[in-house]
């Protein structure tokens, strides 16, 4: 619900950072890589029961890379690859924090989390099939950015969960509630995104 707007506000300084990135040599796929590896260095350290301010400074760092990726392949020149991994690295990071706060305290945390990363499996299919299919159909759209990948907009998009991750490391006993509540909502989102293909592919 929020990318729009916050790719209104992003974009312009991403882009020009990637291309002062890519004029140096940078690679879009090192940078996803690097991003990755920030967001599971804060799940571990999560997991291992360490919250607040380090872990969620990895986040957003985490995260801007992200951002920075797209930029640096837009700068030097796409590939279909560098989009497929930039959304398995992304899976893999909003998969891992969930996680780690399972394994932090599995007696408290677990059916919350088990359910939060069964609502991320079901919205994932649902973004993912919709994306297949307008493919197919040769659908272009670019409201969430130029992506690689057709983009439907959400209830919860990649802003919400940001942010909900943040307060979870930031709070972390707001964990249990936070994952119910935000899990419902990415089933409302999935919900949407059926019915959207319902009338779209139909």
Same mark, same amino acid.
């Given at each position: 619900?929020?990318?729009?707007?916050?790719?209104?506000?992003?974009?312009?300084?991403?882009?020009?950072?990637?291309?002062? @990135?890519? &004029?140096? #040599?940078?690679?879009?796929? !090192?940078?996803? %890589?690097?991003? $990755? +590896?920030?967001? =599971? *260095?804060?799940?571990? @350290?999560? &997991?291992? #029961?360490?919250?607040?301010? !380090?872990?969620? %400074?990895?986040? $957003? +760092?985490?995260? =801007? *890379?992200?951002?920075?990726?797209? &930029?640096?392949?837009?700068?030097?020149?796409?590939?279909?690859?560098?989009?497929?991994?930039?959304?398995?690295?992304?899976?893999?990071?909003?998969?891992?924090?969930?996680?780690?706060?399972?394994?932090?305290?599995?007696?408290?945390?677990?059916?919350?989390?088990?359910?939060?990363?069964?609502?991320?499996?079901?919205?994932?299919?649902?973004?993912?099939?919709?994306?297949?299919?307008?493919?197919?159909?040769?659908?272009?759209?670019?409201?969430?950015?130029?992506?690689?990948?057709?983009?439907?907009?959400?209830?919860?998009?990649?802003?919400?969960?940001?942010?909900?991750?943040?307060?979870?490391?930031?709070?972390?006993?707001?964990?249990?509630?936070?994952?119910?509540?935000?899990?419902?909502?990415?089933?409302?989102?999935?919900?949407a995104r059926v019915q959207l293909a319902v009338r779209t592919f139909r």
């Open positions: 619900m929020l990318d729009g707007l916050m790719r209104e506000m992003i974009d312009a300084p991403l882009n020009r950072g990637g291309r002062w @990135l890519a &004029a140096r #040599g940078a690679s879009a796929d !090192v940078i996803t %890589l690097g991003g $990755l +590896a920030l967001g =599971l *260095a804060a799940a571990g @350290l999560v &997991a291992a #029961g360490l919250f607040g301010i !380090v872990p969620a %400074l990895l986040i $957003l +760092a985490s995260r =801007l *890379a992200d951002g920075l990726d797209g &930029a640096v392949a837009r700068a030097r020149g796409k590939s279909d690859f560098g989009g497929y991994l930039d959304i398995v690295c992304d899976f893999a990071f909003y998969g891992a924090i969930p996680l780690a706060f399972v394994i932090a305290d599995p007696a408290a945390n677990g059916a919350a989390g088990a359910f939060l990363l069964a609502s991320f499996y079901v919205n994932a299919a649902t973004f993912l099939g919709y994306a297949i299919l307008a493919e197919k159909r040769g659908m272009r759209t670019a409201q969430r950015g130029e992506k690689s990948l057709y983009f439907t907009a959400g209830l919860l998009e990649g802003t919400e969960t940001i942010l909900f991750f943040l307060v979870l490391v930031l709070w972390p006993s707001t964990f249990v509630l936070g994952a119910w509540i935000f899990g419902a909502l990415c089933l409302v989102t999935a919900l």
